[in-house]
């Protein structure tokens, strides 16, 4: 599953560049209601984070349920519209690569593991893998509009 650690690699670098960007662009929301660059790499380098915690979750223990978490919650109390970009580059690149790393490390029969959300949903680390991977992918469509299907195929 070389695939799921390259994507995630693959979009870590992509948001550390797309920050890179003009700043009023990445600060910019396209409407109210959409996040901004900077607000959706927050969200991804967050998503990183959280998944490769739960990841050692499944891995060192059996069946774990995993605390809810709200994005929108997230995105308020930690202030994503005001973080410096410089410093989310750099943060995002290095959850990108943990969360790889992780990924590319484990063992065949790792990747039956179970887990589930707080909502019930079941996983194995396989179809968590999935789950995980199109978040970054989803939200880099959001803020390029292109797609990276066949990137890795």
């Known amino acids: 599953m070389d695939a799921v ?20 662009w990445v600060h910019a929301r396209p409407t109210p209601s959409t996040w901004s660059p900077l607000e959706y790499a927050c969200h991804v380098r967050d998503v990183f984070t959280l998944f490769s915690q739960r990841l ?4 060192n223990t059996d069946d774990p349920l995993f605390a ?4 929108n919650v997230t995105a308020l109390e930690s202030n994503y519209h005001l973080t410096d970009p410089d410093q989310v580059a750099a943060e995002i690149l ?4 943990d969360i790889a790393a992780k990924f590319a490390a484990l063992e065949p029969d790792q990747w ?12 194995s680390v396989l179809t968590f893998a ?11 469509w959001d803020v390029t509009g292109e797609s990276m299907a066949g990137t890795f195929s």
Do not use: T
């Open 94 to 97: 290095e959850a990108g690569n």
């Open 56 to 59: 050692e979750l499944m891995l």
């Open 5 to 24: 650690a390259n994507l995630n690699q693959k979009c870590a670098a992509d948001f550390a560049e797309i920050l890179r960007r003009d700043s009023e």
């Open 112 to 123: 039956e593991r179970p887990g589930r959300r707080s909502d019930g949903a079941s996983f």
């Open 130 to 140: 999935r789950y995980e991977v199109h978040d970054p992918l989803h939200h880099l």
């Open 68 to 71: 809810n978490w709200d994005p």
